[in-house]
Nanobody, 122 residues
Framework: VQLQASGGGLVQAGGSLRLSCAASGRTFSNYDMGWFRQALGKEREFVGAISWNYLNTDYADSVKGRFTISRDNAKNTVYLQMNSLKPEDTAVYYC????????????????WGQGTQVTVSS
């Protein structure tokens, strides 16, 4: 599956952004979807995930209550709504897909999209 992320940009602390990730190539609704991020000089980290049937979500502790992941299987798109952004949220954000268990997405996705830069100014 091919993944194309978009929606990144520059925002002030406290602001909001919504990232989108459009999928193509395979049946989107067969895949659990997630978002990861990588800040400069740091390892890539898990942000959030949503199961193929919308029933399960998971978030990193650092974003709980501020970020919301959603998907629209009819549009082959997964979203990440980011509110109350902090400078420490600055990173390149990547979407990912996994065709195995929901748990496997967090640790070993099957597919990665290209990143989109999010910069939060203080």
């Amino acid at each position: 599956v091919q993944l194309q992320a978009s929606g990144g940009g520059l925002v002030q602390a406290g602001g909001s952004l919504r990232l989108s990730c459009a999928a193509s190539g395979r049946t989107f609704s067969n895949y659990d979807m997630g978002w990861f991020r990588q800040a400069l000089g740091k390892e890539r980290e898990f942000v959030g995930a949503i199961s193929w049937n919308y029933l399960n979500t998971d978030y990193a502790d650092s974003v709980k209550g501020r970020f919301t992941i959603s998907r629209d299987n009819a549009k082959n798109t997964v979203y990440l709504q980011m509110n109350s952004l902090k400078p420490e949220d600055t990173a390149v954000y990547y979407c990912a897909a996994a065709g195995g268990s929901f748990r496997s997405l967090k640790y070993k996705p099957d597919y990665w999209g290209q990143g989109t830069q999010v910069t939060v100014s203080s």
